[in-house]
């Protein structure tokens, strides 16, 4: 069986239901929203789409309920697994992609005082957010990879509210 395209959203969908066991498309919905969904941006039909072209490609099993709403219920396969380890031993030399609204707005003229207030408020509100994360996984040596990302999304958020509070 030849090897599909994989791309990042491949790998999330591999990556959370190695790291759950198995999950729905609706599961994988509530984690994506709950960690990576922080740093990648998934569209929620992909997470419906992308597990029945996993599975059929061999990557993951799917499972249906007899009755009820028919739920598919996902696991990956060993086939799935080896393909998780191979993209994170992979590099990475891909550019990080700056998606930002109010960068945007200020690009096209917008007055930079008036965005930056609603900016600055916004990333406030997530590093409250991250912080508190944060704090309570980071001593959880099983989380070693969500606490490092958690980190860097700290940095990130601490680098945005010194940016937008300049323009104020």
Not at 111 to 124: T, W
């Given at each position: 069986?030849?090897?599909?395209?994989?791309?990042?959203?491949?790998?999330?969908?591999?990556?959370?239901?190695?790291?759950?066991?198995?999950?729905?498309?609706?599961?994988?919905?509530?984690?994506?929203?709950?960690?990576?969904?922080?740093?990648?941006?998934?569209?929620?039909?992909?997470?419906?789409?992308?597990?029945?072209?996993?599975?059929?490609?061999?990557?993951?099993?799917?499972?249906?309920?007899?009755?009820?709403?028919?739920?598919?219920?996902y696991s990956v396969?060993?086939?799935?697994?080896?393909?998780?380890?191979?993209?994170?031993?992979?590099?990475?030399?891909?550019?990080?992609?700056?998606?930002?609204?109010?960068?945007?707005?200020?690009?096209?003229?917008?007055?930079?005082?008036?965005?930056?207030?609603?900016?600055?408020?916004?990333?406030?509100?997530?590093?409250?957010?991250?912080?508190?994360?944060?704090s309570s996984i980071?001593s959880d040596e099983?989380?070693?990879?969500?606490?490092?990302?958690?980190?860097?999304?700290?940095?990130?958020?601490?680098?945005?509210?010194?940016?937008?509070?300049?323009?104020?």
């Amino acid at each position: 069986m030849q090897e599909p395209n994989l791309t990042p959203v491949s790998y999330i969908v591999l990556g959370m239901i190695a790291w759950a066991g198995k999950a729905t498309p609706y599961d994988l919905k509530q984690m994506v929203a709950a960690s990576v969904g922080n740093l990648w941006s998934v569209q929620h039909a992909q997470l419906y789409t992308e597990p029945a072209r996993l599975a059929g490609a061999g990557l993951l099993t799917e499972k249906r309920e007899e009755g009820g709403r028919r739920r598919k219920t996902y696991s990956v396969t060993a086939r799935g697994r080896r393909a998780l380890e191979r993209w994170l031993a992979s590099p990475t030399a891909e550019d990080y992609e700056l998606r930002d609204p109010g960068l945007l707005k200020v690009f096209f003229g917008a007055e930079p005082a008036s965005v930056a207030a609603d900016q600055l408020e916004v990333h406030e509100q997530k590093l409250a957010q991250y912080e508190e994360t944060y704090s309570s996984i980071a001593s959880d040596e099983s989380l070693r990879g969500p606490a490092l990302t958690l980190e860097a999304g700290i940095r990130h958020e601490r680098e945005w509210i010194r940016f937008w509070r300049e323009l104020v």
